[in-house]
């Protein structure tokens, strides 16, 4: 069973009383494990799609099934507790709360599951060792570099084990290099763990890190294909 | 306690609005523990003037004389009672007084007065009116058509010390009865309704004026304090089952002191309505702004799994924490302020005339009432978090794509 099916998705956004459609009649199944890059040029419905997918909006007709269950109709609240168990989000500006250090920026997602404070550092404390940013846990946001931030924000995005995650140009505001790193990372992540990863991008470099290639134009899927020959 | 720990930490984001709404809060609270001292402070001081001056604790009287005045009602079985509510506690001490309208004057002018009859031995152990002699003396046990009489009284029909006055009145049997006394003493209470319309005499100076023999046609009771006063009224029912009495407290006897007290307390209540008001539109104006600001990191908050409920509690978590740094600073600085001035006092010497009309005292002295300060913070704390519901609200609304994707 796919653990994202989206079907004759249809969103429509409202502007000064003039409906401008973002996706239109979108079908599209992702299977546990994917790693997935959304393509297209800008305005084509990439982050549209995603945020439908990762249940921070809802679709103006068409069916979304996240790990099985019928997104498209449930509640603010119910969202919410959907996107914390199951979702981890990776934005373009990583989006730390800057009040908090690096290490209560992962500790927070554990908090709102209501895992015991001992257990949260012990888990926190894991992750950044992984990823190798254990010298940064007490470091703010804004004492970080781009490429930290972004470290701290995958292990936000993970560390409550989500069964997949969703990155909007998370490389977009990192230099070549870094980004190849983060995605290489994620990557090892994704044939590690079997998380399902699905990220939007334009960047050609990242498309080709993809074991699936989703391209969107105009709110329409225009073509689809294995990046590689990998199981997708 | 990681959502407190993020509110602290989102209040010291910017610590200058932070302080400014706390100073908000504080300096408001503190201006009104200070009206509540500056009213509980002269409201105190106009009832304790009103009982040291004139009233006592307490007076009993044969029935309808507060109405009427009439000196055939003279105070049944006296001496029986007056042994009964000795035996009472609470009571500090008890006179008795005959009391009588009357007519003073010289050859030239005269003036309607009540005259009241006191036992200068006992009467200084209820009232302090000895202290307020500003010319010549206070009446002597001895002392026979002796009168003491008000500053503004001797002002108007022009009596000094030394100078004769006839006082005339109705004596108990209905004949018209009247002597020459020489004035003994002025006085300056700084009450008007006394200094302008009083003259007292011996108790036996009077009797002899009314032919009362040894009745008297009031009994005034100083009790430990006006606390005691439901307790020996109780006491009083069972000591006096006659209807033949009426037993009224000081604030019967002048109702208007608490009248004013209730009007004035309305008057602060209103204005303690109005600064809430303003305190709690400033704390909605700094959390509505802080939330503003925070648009796109609530709403990744929430992208995040943070329920709008969270996001309700931590808005309101902030409000609560600025409030209570507000209320922790007013309640402080309130109080250091107030009890200085209830120890210095607040003096109004060129307001006497205007003050004088309702027993006030020219020199107020704060008073730090624990009800109102309580009661003030209370109304202070619920007003503001209801006014801070709006902005975590408002939050807790917000839909998370909305708030992230925010230009």
Redesign the interface.
Known sequence: MPIVQVKNVTKIFREDSQAVSALSSVSVEIKEGAFVALSGPSGSGKTTLL?LI?C??RPTEGSIHLDGEEISQLS??KL??L???KI??I?QDY?L????TAI?NI???L???GIS?SERRKRAIEICERFSIQKLIDRRPYEMSRGQQQRVAVA??IVHKPRVVLGDELTANLDHKTGIELMQFLKELNQKENITFLYATHDPVMIQQANRVITLQDGKITNEKAAFSKTI | MFLFKLAFLNIGRNPRRSIITVLAVGVGLAALIFLWGFSDGTNEQMRENVIRLLTGHIQIHALDFQKTLSPELTVPDRSAILEKIKSLPHVQAVTERAKCEALIGTSEKSRGVLLTGIDPTREIQVTDLKNHMKEGEFLSQTDSRKVIIGDRLAEKIQLHVGDKAVVMTQAMDGTLSGYAYEVKGIFHTGSQPIDEVSAYITLRSAQELLGLDDATHEIVVRLTGRKAIPLFLSQMKAVITSDQYEILTWNQIIPEVEQWVQWSEAIIRTILLAVMVVIGVSIMNTVLMSVFERTRELGVMMAIGTTPGQVIRLILLETFILELFGIALGLVAGYLVTFYFGQVGIGFPELERAFSRSYMSTITYTRVEPFHVVQSIITLFIMTSFIGLYPAWKAGRMEPIKAIYRP
């Open positions: 945020n990762g921070l909006d603010q609240g919410a507790q996107r914390l168990k981890g989000f934005f989006n709360i800057p009040a908090f209560e500790e927070y997602v908090w709102l599951q404070p936000r995005a």
